[in-house]
């Protein structure tokens, strides 16, 4: 049935292809991949997308699977030199072409990329070890402007045009005095009268001509005294609870009624108040202590299963789908599971590092892109990782 669906998927990235639609073709080459893992066809024809979209070291990486799956294979080989000439990679490709040839040596589009290598390898001298795409940028000379030879003899520097500021100075002279009756008008709609017995206030220097006649502060508006006066009160309010209220001596007796009634809703809410706090406090999911760059360079200065071992207990299981996303790589993920298979396989291995393992080995699974991971692996490699299943329990098996 497997087979039946990678053939399926192949016929569909196939036509997709033809048409030019390569993203659409590499989607049904990657699901026949899924379907049918040992078929060097359809990582050799999703290889081929690649090149066409100048994905160079995905196609590099395709075609070195072909390889793996059959050794020799002679379009694996050419695909493969022809995206490393365009990495740059000009010893490996000669390399790979080399090997075509002795497999076809009647093969016309070997010789012909051979010749072409050649072609870059001697133009690569001249311009430095660059890539065909740098090769191919338009390049926009520079001319630089000499000085003539009457310019070059003279001595003298070269005239700068100035050009002249004028200041402008102000021809009338600042007022020394403000007509301050003239100025200070009242523009009130309603009509100003001066308070009687009420002592204007005394200014020293020259503003002695403020207090002007003019200028005189209308009455208050009376207030009714039928209107209730406005308690005064207030207080001081903590947190803890224990508030200190200030009343009006004048206050009802209602209100000192239900003081203390007050202050027990007071309490009852900011303790209400600190225990949410407290819960949403709890709720936050903690972060890890690393980057994925500073785990992995950690990670390489330690060789000791222990010390590895360690370096991982700061990790929650939880965070490595957020730790890794779609960076992890297979060579990683094996160092990680010698490191498990260390750590159960020893004597003296407890059933709470056993539960641990399991725990990571479960949302390893969970990390985006997993499956695709699993699929370089060899057999060995998926051997190790089914002795480390079983010695957790087998809960996970990663589909292998």
Known sequence: MASVDAQKAKDMGNAAFKAAQY???????????????????????????????????????????????????????????????????????????REALQSEPNNEPVKTELKKLEALRVQSKKTGHKSSQELNRRRVPIE?????????????????????????????ARPSTIDVGHDLNPVSTRTLSPTPNVPLPKSSGSTSSVASPRVAASKAPEVPSDRPKPKVGGGIFRRTGNHTVVQSPKEDNNAKLSKSADDTTVKQSTSAHLESASLVSVSVAPKSPMTLFSFRRAWEAHDDPTDRWNLIQKIQPTYLPTLFQTSLEPTLLVSIVETFQSLVSAEDASDEDKEMVNDYMKWFAKIPRFETVVLFLSSREKSLVRSVCMATGGKVSWGI
């Open 23 to 97: 993203p659409e073709a590499i989607g049904h080459y990657t699901t026949a991949v899924l379907a049918n893992p040992t078929d060097p066809t359809y990582p050799l024809n999703r290889a081929a997308a690649y090149l066409k979209l100048g994905k160079y070291e995905d196609a590099e990486r395709d075609c070195t699977t072909v390889l793996r799956l059959k050794h020799g294979h002679v379009k694996g080989l050419y695909r493969r030199a022809q995206a490393r000439i365009e990495l740059a990679k000009f010893d490996e490709a000669e390399q790979d072409l």
């Open 144 to 172: 630089v402007v000499e000085p003539s030879s009457s310019q070059a003899g003279s001595t003298s520097p070269p005239k700068r045009r100035r050009v002249p500021i004028e200041i402008v100075e102000s021809s009338t």
